[in-house]
């Protein structure tokens, strides 16, 4: 039963779409699946890059840590998405930390048994290089964000983005759910707790957003993205 639920768990990842049954059951053989409990580390930096992880059900950040030690959340991981999938390329140390946010589910697989696994299937492994490029490119935005814009617009930015990624449509609505900790974002944005309390609140006030600890929803998406954008 443990071997079928995580060959299911394996085919409704978006990158192994297509994969014929053959490929499905090598991965299958060449993977592991956990679970992990809430707020624990999955690896650490300075680790060797050994394995790559693909996360089915949960919540994981990924965390650096400053020069005067506090914690950075450089990514949070959501289900159906794929972390440490750099090893692929680097045959160094991890320069991250992954830690789950709540209980979670995840695949691993190693680094070399995957590279093998994808030496005879072209396909996927365009889809690993697109991976990268894409995510690449989305901290490259993300950098930009904190070089050029300031606090309130960075926390507006980062919720909107987290909205059209994440989010679930209803009618005109954006529905986050779960929601990130006012903590958790402002480790994300650079700026203090008290900052989003207060940019949010102020969204709240506009008639532009609802939270509570469980979800949030943009009232009216484009008039937040207008926000955002100022």
Same mark, same amino acid.
């Given at each position: 039963?443990? #071997?079928?639920?995580?060959?299911w ?10 994969l014929?049954n053959?490929?499905?059951?090598n991965l299958?053989?060449i993977?592991s ?6 707020s #624990?580390p999955?690896y $650490? ?8 992880? $693909? ?5 994981v950040?990924?965390?650096?840590l400053s020069q005067?030690?506090k914690e950075?959340i450089i990514?949070?991981v959501?289900?159906g *998405? ?5 090893a ?6 991890r320069?991250?930390y992954a830690y789950?946010?709540? *209980?979670s589910?995840l695949?691993?697989?190693? %680094?070399?048994d995957f590279?093998?696994?994808i *030496? ?11 991976l990268?490029?894409?995510k690449l490119k989305?901290?490259?935005e993300?950098?930009e964000?904190l070089?050029f814009k300031?606090a309130?617009?960075r926390v507006?930015?980062?919720?909107y983005?987290l909205?059209?990624?994440h989010g679930?449509?209803?009618g005109?609505?954006l529905?986050? %759910?779960?929601f990130?900790?006012? #903590?958790?974002?402002a %480790? ?10 207060t940019?949010l609140t102020d ?7 609802y ?5 949030a929803?943009?009232?009216d998406p484009?008039s937040?993205?207008?926000?955002a954008? %100022?």
């Amino acid at each position: 039963m443990a #071997q079928k639920s995580k060959l299911w768990y394996l085919e409704n990842f978006n990158l192994f779409r297509g994969l014929k049954n053959e490929g499905m059951e090598n991965l299958n053989k060449i993977s592991s699946m956990q679970t992990v409990s809430k707020s #624990q580390p999955i690896y $650490f930096a300075k680790e060797p890059s050994r394995a790559i992880f $693909f996360l089915k059900e949960g919540r994981v950040k990924l965390t650096r840590l400053s020069q005067d030690g506090k914690e950075l959340i450089i990514a949070i991981v959501n289900p159906g *998405e794929v972390f440490g999938e750099l090893a692929m390329f680097d045959e160094g140390e991890r320069t991250d930390y992954a830690y789950t946010i709540e *209980e979670s589910i995840l695949c691993a697989i190693s %680094k070399n048994d995957f590279q093998k696994f994808i *030496e005879k299937i072209p396909e996927l492994n365009l889809r690993i290089t697109k991976l990268v490029g894409l995510k690449l490119k989305k901290f490259s935005e993300r950098i930009e964000d904190l070089v050029f814009k300031d606090a309130e617009h960075r926390v507006l930015s980062f919720v909107y983005s987290l909205a059209q990624e994440h989010g679930k449509r209803i009618g005109g609505e954006l529905i986050i %759910k779960p929601f990130l900790t006012h #903590q958790d974002i402002a %480790k994300l944005t650079a700026c203090s707790r008290q900052t989003v309390n207060t940019v949010l609140t102020d969204a709240r006030e506009k008639g532009l957003l609802y939270f509570d600890r469980k979800k949030a929803i943009l009232k009216d998406p484009v008039s937040f993205k207008a926000l955002a954008s %100022k």
